[in-house]
């Protein structure tokens, strides 16, 4: 249960109006605005109406990783030539680049990985493995939670790759 006395708080941290709130909980926009300046204190049932609003409209606007993924998306065939690569790498200004075959990802070509790979001719001689890989509607906590561990995330949706998400994108 929200903690009452932090309304006006909770409700302009989900950016929503008084009227707004009142409506989703089906309560009056005065209502809202006496509980706000404490002027009033309200029902239980009242409380859980706006309780309920604000979890269900709390949902709803939680940000997910197609709000954040990047669908400009580079990718290269393990036939791929080292100079086609760093070519690549340099004229969109990027570091990785996912390794496709028959549309799956199997693998990831970074600069690293080619540094430490210096006789490496094609994309497969310095390809390491996958990065993580999320669905479109993996909730943003989790995805803090997988860059803390991988620099770089791969969306996909019914198995195709749409995204490719850093940490500059959620900065």
Known sequence: MIDINNLKKIRRSLDLTQFQLAKKANVSQSLIAKIESQKLDPTY????KIDE?????SNIHEKTAKD???????TINKETKRNKIKELMLKHGISHIPILENDKVIGLVTERSL??????????EAMIEPCPIINKDTNINLIKSILDYS???????KGKLIGIITRADLL
């Not at 049932?45 to 859980?48: E, I, P, T």
């Not at 609003?53 to 409209?57: C, D, H």
């Not at 954040?68 to 580079?74: A, G």
């Not at 210096?118 to 497969?124: N, S």
């Open 53 to 57: 609003a604000i979890k269900s409209l």
């Open 115 to 124: 540094l430490h790979n210096e006789e490496a001719k094609i994309a497969e």
């Open 68 to 74: 954040f993924m990047n669908t400009k998306i580079i």
């Open 151 to 157: 620099s770089i995330i791969l969306v996909q949706d």
């Open 45 to 48: 049932s009242n409380v859980k």
